[in-house]
């Protein structure tokens, strides 16, 4: 099966004093209808990465291809993709209509066809009473939607998004994440969406590319990313996440029997094909671990600030050996955890939950 | 309240003062530096000429009547004047030309610099406004200085063999042409880059991105959003043009005369002032008109503009 869209050790250098690696080199094979997000900090090389498939930028080295086409010289209007940009880019001397029907009309398609599929996609982002508003009448989140249907209305084979939920506020922002996710699985279309924001990436995305300084860190999907990051990065980026000092004891394929600080061992995972010997870090998830008494706890430590959030309470550790630890219990209304600030406490969490990180 | 309401009225008045002095200084020079003239110009068009130059205070609509017609000389017949009227039709083709070429040459030019990156867009901007600090004598006749039978294009064309005897370019329609353009190209340049600096150049990436080709992306979506910058750069070039004096002076050699030349001569050695006031204000007439009918068309053209 070949895939939507294959990226091969791509690389793009700006050339200049010195010369600016926006990305390093990239692989990345992205299937047919599948919701696709390069998440990255800004800078991280995802938006390079996407403005080459889009055509907008020439690659220095490494190969892009299409179901298997070569994409390398072809112009941006001869890519069947279509791009949502970050600041929309819609024509402000044109229509809702105008705009959404504007690729069609560059097709040459005739005008009854693109009548019809521009109603469809004012019906399918419910912007039909809009049809006939300049762009610059209608709200930020309702320039969104055009700028969407914009892009889908000449069925590209691949759909690219550029941050395009980065200027909305907080509450438009959610309800934008369902609607496109929505849309994606209604029209099967392959979806490449840049972001700079983890929990968008984790709602939305099939599969997720952590992109940093120009390189990808790591692919998978996006409990896989969260539960399993293969390395100190990904877990720093994503959520938030305890470091804590081991040992590897002994390990046989993906499991690792690790010493902690406490002298205490405990099962971890190992990053597959790793062989890492001798000092390593652990990832742990805050809410992947727990707190009891100092005898039953993997870490010994005291109790140094407890955090009311509502939905749950963060427990900060400061940890004997001299590093701190932060643990999330949900709260429920008939239960508290018993402990208070200075009590001598264990930390806790069972085995597998531990990420050996490569670094 | 009644008793707020002085004191804010007092304030609105000062503020109300301030105003009227800040506008004093401009309103008093185009009293007397623009209207007055003016007036006076309407008035002399509607006097009789003196011997030698000047007006006799006698109401005559001679001037008038000859801006477009003459009485020959033996049997009185009427018909039209063919001198004034090719001289009118030649300064309105020639500034249209005009206006035309400094567009074809201002539009890529303003594009390139506004596409540059922003530090050097300062750099270009001064090579184009640095001949605009030359006195515009001297730049015409460094134009003179190219396209004159032993100038440099004709020297270099006979030395390489290409003609034998050289091509008679100064004194023609053409040379009042390209002295024009290039005089008023900055004028042209300017207002297309102020409004190619604004254009948001995503957008033409999304006309890419939506499968329109290069010319498709320049008619649809440039061209329409720097219409402004090409309306007012066809004014500043069209207005002067049409009124040039010096260009078609110096490259059309006297005998291709414009409006602004057959003015002057009427003030000069044909003292008739009444002819020249109404040939003046006819000029200012036909400047009126034009920008009129093309600020109309051109704000009317293209779909969707509100």
Redesign the interface.
Known sequence: MTAAISVRNLRKVYPGTPDVVALADASIDIQDNEFFTLLGPSGCGKTTLLRMIAGFEHPTSGTLTMHGEDLSDLPPYKRPVNTVFQSYALFPHMTVAQNIGFGLEMLGKPKAEIKQTVDEMMELVKMTEMADRQTGQISGGQQQRVALARALAPRPRVLLLDEPLSALDFKLRKDMQLELKRLQMETGITFIFVTHDQEEALTMSDRIAVMSAGTIRQIGGPRDIYDHPAERFVADFIGDTNFVPAEVATHKGTDADVTLSSGKVVTARMPEGEQMQGKVTLAVRPEHANISTEAEGLLPGTLSEVVYFGTDTHYHVALDDGTGFVVRRQNRPDETSGFSTGDRIGVQFAPGVGQVLRD | MAEHSPPANATEKRASRVRWLLLAPALLVLLFAASGPLLITLVYSVLTPGDYGGVIWQPSGDAWFNVILQRDIFDDTLSWSDAHLSIFWRSVKLSLMTTVGCIIFGFPTAYFIATRPKKQRDLWMLLIIIPFWTNILIRTFAVVELIRNEGTINTVLMWSGIIDAPIQMLFTEFSILVGMIYVYLPLMVLPLYASMERL?F??V?????????RM?VLK??IL??VKPGVIAGSILVFVPSLGAYVTPRVMGGGNQLMIGNLIELQFGQGRNWPLGAALSITLLAIVMVALMAYVRTAGKE?????
């Open positions: 948001d995503s957008l990436e999304a006309g890419y991105d939506l499968y329109a080709t498709q649809r979506i329409p959003l293209g779909p969707g503009h509100g």
